[in-house]
């Protein structure tokens, strides 16, 4: 909890409701589904709602020196302590954002529910990236036509966006694991993760702080 560590940062409100937006958003709130231990479901994003709400999770813009985000990331989840960075003046309203808060809030998801457990850097990628892209195809009027498309030489974008099409139309369902296991390779095949994923494939989750109430 924040304070625990010795820190007592307190969100700004106005941060808390730039991703709050997002995340109780009628697209974000049918997102419902399972991977082992794993339930990403509505009620897993109001939690974290509720943890910026009460600074368990720390929100930062990026300032270059002491929160830093790589170029071309909108957003970026770390943990112990758990913080969310984002880009000064990020815009909450376009898809490409959106989708970057729902893959990060999705990270603090899985720290929330995997509290202790050694989860597969793999696994931790390729449901944010399900669930970010489940937040698409349910937040589009008409699913044929996305508000944001997959990048056609992304594997990673292209193998989420047909897993997550499987599973929109069936709450709690989970991945065919041939599928993910295709996701799992071209996220290990991508430079952005390769190195790390070599070098560190499983990671402890180390849970987010849950409050004294239900």
């Keep these: 909890m924040a304070g625990d560590d010795g820190h007592d940062h307190v969100n700004d409100a106005a941060l808390v409701a730039k991703i709050s937006q997002v995340l109780l958003s009628q697209a974000c709130q049918r997102i419902d589904f399972r991977w082992g231990k794993l339930h990403v479901t509505a009620k897993a994003y109001r939690?974290?709602?509720?943890?910026?709400?009460?600074?368990?999770?720390?929100?930062?813009?990026?300032?270059?020196?002491?929160?830093?985000?790589?170029?071309?990331?909108?957003a970026s989840y770390i943990g112990n302590p758990e913080s969310i960075i984002i880009r000064p003046h990020l815009n909450a309203h376009t898809a490409l954002n959106q989708r970057a808060l729902v893959h990060e809030a999705t990270h603090a998801v899985q720290d929330d529910q995997l509290n202790g457990e050694w989860v597969w850097r793999l696994d931790d990628e390729a449901t944010s990236y399900i669930a970010e892209w489940l937040f698409v195809i349910h937040a589009s009027p008409n699913p044929d036509h996305l508000i944001s498309k997959p990048d056609p030489d992304d594997p990673i974008e292209v193998i989420a966006v047909e897993i997550a099409r499987a599973l929109a139309d069936?709450?709690?369902a989970s991945p065919d694991p041939a599928a993910?296991?295709?996701?799992?390779d071209a996220i290990f095949h991508d430079p952005t993760y390769s190195v790390t994923m070599a070098l560190h494939p499983w990671i402890r989750d180390d849970g987010v702080t849950k409050p004294d109430f239900p």
Excluded: C, Q, W, Y
Excluded at 47 to 74: C, K, M, Y
Excluded at 180 to 184: C, F, H, P
């Design 47 to 74: 939690a974290v709602v509720l943890a910026l709400s009460d600074s368990r999770i720390d929100i930062f813009e990026a300032d270059g020196a002491e929160h830093t985000l790589d170029p071309n990331v909108g």
């Design 170 to 172: 069936k709450p709690g």
């Design 180 to 184: 993910m296991r295709r996701l799992g």
